[in-house]
């Protein structure tokens, strides 16, 4: 089972904000930091976000990241058909030496 | 510019030991900043950490997973590899190869990973007689 919960699945219309959440429950990741992927099945997930709130290189300012105790959040402005694909929040859990743990997963369609 | 390459037999056999390896162009992964390691997800499901590994050897692995699992490094092919062993079809999934940054260790010499910013296409496994 995953430590962070995500719902699993959220829609919008095209130029439309998403919001996804990722929830550490009784786990506390409030000083882990949290990262952000984008998979398209069939294809290498991406990197979106990392240390709760920055974009790598070539990421642009739509996708946005924030982090509030155990509640970590993934924002989605200006909506695009391309946009739809699985979005996965994940941490490096050092005090439970569990690794890397995932969020089940959100299922992003775009109307 | 990194590229990581899963490569493997697709179709391996209940009880037998799945072996994958991960090929890194581009850099050495000698580097003092990333582990490498192993996320797969099986068919319908999200995605699972297996196991990484940072240059000098050290690995961790998915508690999970652990007592199946191995993640070895070849600093001379610049490869990572993986053992699973006795699998079943609950192992069946795509791989990926992840390069994943490190932060820094903490006072009792555990790492803290930040985040897997290249990723490889994956490999598909099936177990299945």
């Known amino acids: 089972q995953s430590v962070l919960t995500q719902p699993p699945s959220v829609s919008a219309a095209p130029g439309q904000k998403v919001t996804i959440s990722c929830s550490a429950g009784n786990s506390n990741i409030g000083t882990d930091f949290v990262s952000w992927y984008q998979h398209v099945p069939g294809s290498a997930p991406k990197l979106l976000i990392y240390d709760n709130n920055k974009r790598p290189s070539g990421i642009p300012d739509r996708f946005s990241g924030s982090k509030s105790g155990a509640a970590a959040t993934l924002g989605i402005t200006g909506l695009q058909t391309g946009d739809e694909a699985d979005y996965y929040c994940?941490?490096?859990?050092?005090?439970?030496?569990?690794?890397?743990?995932f969020g089940g997963g959100t299922k992003l369609t775009v109307l | 510019q990194l590229q990581l390459q899963e490569s493997g037999p697709g179709l391996v056999k209940p009880s037998e030991t799945l072996s994958l390896t991960c090929t890194v162009s581009?850099?050495?992964?000698?580097?003092?900043?990333?582990?490498l390691g192993w996320i797969r997800q099986p068919p319908g499901k999200g995605l699972e950490w297996v196991g990484s590994i940072y240059y000098s050897g050290s690995a961790y692995y998915n508690p999970s997973l652990a007592s199946r699992a191995t993640v070895l490094e070849d600093t001379s092919e610049n490869q990572v590899s993986l053992q699973l062993r006795s699998v079943t079809a609950a192992d069946t999934a795509v791989y990926y190869c992840?390069?994943?940054?490190?932060?820094?260790?903490?006072?009792?010499?555990?790492?803290?990973?930040?985040?897997?910013?290249?990723w490889g296409k994956g490999t598909t496994v099936t177990v299945s007689s």
């Open positions: 994940a941490t490096w859990n050092s005090r439970l030496s569990e690794g890397w743990v």
């Open positions: 581009g850099v050495p992964i000698t580097s003092r900043n990333y582990y």
């Open positions: 992840a390069r994943q940054y490190l932060g820094y260790y903490s006072g009792s010499g555990s790492p803290l990973l930040y985040y897997m910013d290249v």
